[in-house]
């Protein structure tokens, strides 16, 4: 069973910067695809970022390009989201997500496995 673990959350001024971590364990092997989603208080989840683990290609949601990098580091098992620039709207729990697929990334359906969330806090 995969299992996904997040860090790096926490309450950072307006403008700050946070780094958020992924540890992808057990059936490492078989994910091709993560994705970083969001989930602010009354509002659907979101897609934020994505990454292919071999080729490295990404994607982003409009609201965060430019701000916001995703790496991955597969030998340590582990994708990351830099956030800079924050803003008081990125405020919300951010969860990883990982699939066996290269497929739609920016739908939350596509992704079986997920993290148990991290919340992030912007301060205006």
């Known amino acids: 069973q995969v299992q996904l673990v997040e860090s790096g959350g926490g309450l950072v001024q307006a403008g700050g910067s946070l780094r958020l971590s992924c540890v992808i364990s057990?059936?490492?092997?078989?994910?091709?695809?993560m994705g970083w989603f969001r989930q602010a208080p009354g509002k659907e989840r979101e897609f934020v970022a994505s990454?292919?683990?071999?080729?490295?290609?990404?994607d982003y949601t409009d609201s965060v390009k430019g701000r916001f990098t995703v790496s991955r580091d597969n030998p340590k098992n582990t994708v990351y989201l830099q956030m800079n620039s924050l803003k008081p709207e990125d405020t919300a729990v951010y969860y990883c997500?990982?699939?066996?697929?290269?497929?739609?990334?920016?739908?939350?359906?596509?992704?079986?496995?997920w993290g148990q969330g991290t919340q992030v806090t912007v301060s205006a």
């Open positions: 057990r059936g490492t092997l078989s994910m091709r695809q």
């Open positions: 990454i292919w683990l071999s080729s490295g290609n990404v």
């Open positions: 997500a990982a699939s066996p697929y290269l497929s739609n990334r920016n739908d939350p359906k596509n992704y079986p496995y």
